[in-house]
Nanobody, 119 residues
C-alpha cells in the first residue's frame, strides 16, 4: 500500500519561504513520477509541480521561478521549496504519485499539509 505523508506547512508572511516534504513508502520511488498539487479554499485542485523518474522537473508557467521540486531517492522523499509566497498561495498542498508529471490526475495522494500566507 502506498503512503504519502506531507509535512512542513505553516503560517508565513507574504514574501516568506517554506519547504514542504513528502515521505513516500509502498512504491518504487526511483521509478515513480511525483507531483505536488494544491487546493485553495473554494477552488479546484491545481497542479503545482512535477518531477519525473529521470528527475526532470515541470511547472506551470505561473509558478515557475518561485517553486522548486526535488527528490531524494535515498530518503524516498519529495520536496517543494516555495519562495516569495503571497496570499494567493494559501492552500492545502498535496503530494501525489501518478502516471504523468503534469495535471491533477494521480494514482495515490497524501492527506495534505496546510500553507497559509498572511500578514
Amino acid at each position: 500500500e502506498v503512503h504519502l505523508v506531507e509535512s512542513g506547512g505553516d503560517l508565513v508572511q507574504p514574501g516568506g519561504s517554506l519547504r514542504l516534504s513528502c515521505a513516500a513508502s509502498g512504491l518504487n520511488f526511483r521509478s515513480a513520477h511525483m507531483k505536488w498539487l494544491r487546493q485553495a479554499p473554494g477552488k479546484a485542485l491545481e497542479w503545482v509541480s512535477g518531477i519525473s523518474s529521470q528527475v526532470y522537473t515541470y511547472y506551470p508557467y505561473s509558478l515557475k521561478g518561485r517553486f522548486t521540486i526535488s527528490k531524494d531517492n535515498a530518503k524516498t522523499t519529495v520536496y517543494l521549496q516555495m519562495n516569495n509566497l503571497n496570499p494567493e498561495d494559501t492552500a492545502v498542498y498535496y503530494c501525489a504519485a501518478g502516471i504523468s508529471v503534469r495535471g491533477v490526475d494521480y494514482t495515490d495522494r497524501g492527506k495534505g499539509t496546510r500553507v497559509s500566507v498572511s500578514s
